[in-house]
Every structure is written in structure tokens, then in C-alpha cells.
């Protein structure tokens, strides 16, 4: 969870073991885990919970194992285990909690700097729990997309329904009145496919999603409050990754949406915005395309880095890659991969080049295309045939090379596919990062 996006749950959500502020302190663990957390402060640095951990009579450092090998069921579970709290426990617990006034005179303050900037109009605001909740959604719900393209229409964030994410972008951008040149409601032709299939109203859908900018909360009350369950969600994601390859002799003419998105206007549309991508094989991939030209980013939040085994950059395996990624890098659209320092095959590849991070990366910046590139490595850095092909060897079959490191594979494997006995082709770290990329960007 990246909760520098988007803020954890609210501190009132008891939605996991029936105790206010696990799925909070979840949300943030899964943060502090990847390395995500922002702002926000986790476990013994937290004084809300400080207080969790020691009403569950558990420590930090067994919290964050628990979050990273449970989902949050499994966690309620264990909690309630851990902690062998009685019901009259946990509801004076709560009780406390969600009552709790602000006593030293720094947080009495910040709860009214909170209210003065982003709800001077407000008067009922008075605990330290709606102070943390306003300083959340104040922080949070705005989005300019001016500066910036709303979320890909493949992601499933929200109720686990393509486009939720991206509507709930728009419909906040549009009423801070940033949303540039991007519709939202009844001009969207794929808003009112969305809007119609949750049986909601724009006008309903577009405070909902400013009142929730967390998406397990937008989520939550999406699959409790309009016509989506499991099994339509599935449906409609089908029928999405079908815009643009029906023909518009099939569409119904009482659906102006299916009307758009034939593939006569989808072929005149990709004519114009992409017309040579192979990348671009329907009306969500056209979208996706169209966001990343038209402010000039390579977002590895909508799609993989190239191969690791790509030798389009100058012969090199997982040069393609780093040149993917160090463009993410510099436009803030990294997405969860691991770049520069923080890669081992990256710095791999750079100590062979004899680069630093940050002159490549500042290169990135000045040379525009991967020609380019190529052309500045072979002359800060010759090399020849022979030790290229030496390189890409070692690199190709660089895998585990003691006990620990065949047992990262293993876990790593396991958490990507759980039917492990089907991934015994995976024995090097370019087989890892491959399916990886396939876990991470497989739709259904």
C-alpha cells in the first residue's frame, strides 16, 4: 500500500477483529513494509498504536510479520488469538478510543489548525480520532489532474473493478476544478458504462469517492451500496477488455457507451493517438497509452518495465529495463519496483558500465530515446562484442548461489504463485522478475 497516494484506513474502521484502529495500523504495516509509508508514522512511533499493540499485548515487530504472511482476515483471527480479549473488553476499548480528547496542549492545537484549514466551518470535530481523520481526508482527496493523468483504467484497487479507481480520480479532480482535459460523469462515454452498471448516480458516486479517499473504504462501501457483487465485478471487467473489438453493427443503440467504443471509432481513435503500438489492443490499453504520451511518462503503475531478457538497448540484457524504469524514476511513476541502489541487478549492470545511478539517471533526463543512450554509454564506457556476450551470460543465469538465497526464491515464488509445484522453471532472478511482471499485470 503506497500511503503517500492515498491515507491509511480511518482509525473508527473496526472492520478487522472488531477492534478500531487494526485496519489502520494494517494498512500502515503493508506500508512500512514496502517501503511506502510517507508521512505516516508506524508501530512504537505511533502513539495511537503504542496503545493498540498494548491493549493486544503484541509487539510491533510480530504485527508487521503477521501483516506481511496474512490477509486481513487471517490477522482478525490472529488478534483475537494473541490478545485473548473478551467482547466487554473490546467495546470498552473502543469506547475509550473513539471518545479520546486531545490533553497535551501541541495535539489540542493541531486539531485546530486541522479544522482551520480544512473545515473552518465545522464545530463537531473535537477527538483526536476526527482530528486524524480530517487531516487524512484534507490531505488526500483533492487531485489535480492538471499536473498529472488520473489512475489507469486497469486498476482494480477499488472493489475490484477496472475504471472505480480512475472515476474516483476524475470525480475529485472535477470538483476542485483541476481535471484538465478529462471528463468526468455523463461526458465520459466509459463513466456512464461504470455508473450504470453500479446503478448510481454521478452527482452520489462523486462525494462518495471524496468523502473515502482511502480505496478499501471507497471499495467497502461501493460493494455494500450499489449493484456490484464478486461475480457481476468479473463479468464487467470481461466486457471491458472487450472495448473497441466489437464491431458497430453489434452495438446496442439504447447504450451510447457500447455505441463509443466499437471498433470503427476505436481504430479511428488509435490512428491518431498511437498508431504504432503494438501495446495498444483496446479501448483500456488506448486510454492507458493516451494518459502517458499526453504528459510525456512511462508509469510502471499501468505496465511492466521492459523484459530483463530485452537486448533492444545496445545488446545488453536488462539495459531496456533500467532505461524503463529510470524514466519511471524520473517522473515519479515507479510504481513498486526497485530502482538503482536499492536493485542488485541493477547495480550489476552499472558497476559493468562503470555509471553511477545518478549520472544515468541525470542522462535520462537530457537523451530522449534509448538510441541515445546507447550511443552516450559507448563512448563514456566502450565495450566490445566479447565482453557484452560475457556479460549477458552471467546476468542470464545469475540465480541463488547459497541456502538463504535459494530460500528468498522459493518464498518469493510462493507469494506469486501459489501452486508451486507449476513454477519449476523458475531457477534465476531474470525468471523472478519475468513472472513477477506477469502477477502484477495479469487481468482477468
Not at 473478551?86 to 478510543?97: D, K, L
Not at 458504462?193 to 448510481?200: A, C, H, S
Amino acid at each position: 500500500m503506497d500511503l503517500t497516494k492515498q491515507p491509511p484506513r480511518r482509525p473508527t474502521n473496526s472492520s478487522v477483529a472488531g477492534i478500531v484502529g487494526v485496519a489502520r495500523m494494517i494498512d500502515k504495516a503493508r506500508a512500512h513494509n514496502e517501503e511506502m509509508i510517507g508521512q505516516y508514522l508506524y508501530g512504537s512511533d505511533s502513539g495511537l498504536d503504542r496503545r493498540i499493540l498494548r491493549f493486544l499485548g503484541v509487539s510491533a515487530q510480530d504485527f508487521t510479520r503477521a501483516v506481511n504472511q496474512k490477509d486481513d482476515s487471517e490477522i482478525g483471527h490472529w488478534v483475537i488469538n494473541q490478545s485473548k480479549k473478551t467482547p466487554g473488553e473490546i467495546v470498552a476499548f473502543n469506547r475509550s478510543e473513539t471518545n479520546r480528547m486531545p490533553k497535551e496542549d501541541w495535539h489540542i492545537e493541531l486539531l485546530k489548525n486541522r479544522v482551520k484549514k480544512y473545515a473552518p466551518d465545522r464545530t463537531d470535530i473535537k477527538t483526536v480520532f476526527g482530528s486524524i481523520e480530517l487531516d487524512d481526508w484534507g490531505t488526500f482527496w483533492p487531485v489535480n489532474l492538471q499536473v498529472g493523468p488520473p489512475r489507469s483504467p486497469y486498476d482494480r484497487n477499488v472493489a475490484g473493478l477496472f475504471g472505480i479507481a480512475r472515476m474516483a480520480d476524475k470525480a475529485r479532480a472535477s470538483r476542485c476544478e483541476k481535471n484538465g482535459d478529462y471528463k468526468y460523469g455523463q461526458y465520459s462515454p466509459f463513466d456512464v458504462y461504470l455508473l450504470e452498471l453500479l446503478d448510481i448516480e454521478a452527482e452520489q458516486f462523486q462525494q462518495i469517492a471524496i468523502d473515502n479517499p482511502n480505496n478499501l473504504d471507497l471499495g467497502e462501501w461501493i460493494l455494500l451500496n450499489t449493484a456490484a457483487d464478486s461475480d457481476r465485478i468479473a463479468t464487467w471487467n470481461q466486457q471491458a477488455l472487450h472495448f473497441g473489438l466489437q464491431p458497430a453493427s453489434e452495438s446496442k443503440l439504447d447504450k451510447s457507451y457500447l455505441d463509443y467504443f466499437n471498433r470503427e471509432n476505436f481504430g479511428f481513435r488509435k490512428n491518431i493517438v498511437a498508431p504504432d503500438s503494438q501495446y495498444v489492443q483496446n479501448w483500456l490499453d488506448l486510454m492507458d497509452y493516451d494518459d502517458q504520451n499526453s504528459f510525456g511518462i512511462l508509469d510502471l503503475a499501468r505496465r511492466a518495465p521492459r523484459s530483463p531478457y530485452n537486448r533492444d538497448a545496445g545488446g545488453l540484457v536488462h539495459l531496456a529495463r533500467l532505461i524503463d524504469k529510470g524514466r519511471a524514476f524520473n517522473s515519479k511513476t515507479l510504481g513498486g519496483y526497485w530502482y538503482g541502489q536499492d536493485s542488485a541487478i541493477d547495480r550489476y549492470l552499472l558497476d559493468f558500465l562503470k555509471i553511477s545511478i545518478d549520472e544515468f539517471t541525470q542522462q535520462l533526463q537530457e537523451l530522449p530515446t534509448d538510441h541515445q543512450i546507447v550511443e552516450w554509454l559507448m563512448k563514456r564506457t566502450p565495450k566490445n562484442e566479447h565482453q557484452i556476450e560475457q556479460y549477458n551470460q552471467e546476468l542470464v543465469n545469475l540465480g541463488p548461489q547459497n541456502t538463504r538465497s535459494w530460500s528468498f526464491l522459493h518464498d518469493r515464488i510462493q507469494q506469486l504463485d501459489s501452486i508451486i509445484s507449476t513454477r519449476n522453471d523458475v531457477e534465476t532472478f531474470f525468471d523472478l522478475m519475468v513472472l513477477s511482471d506477469q502477477k502484477a499485470f495479469q487481468f482477468p
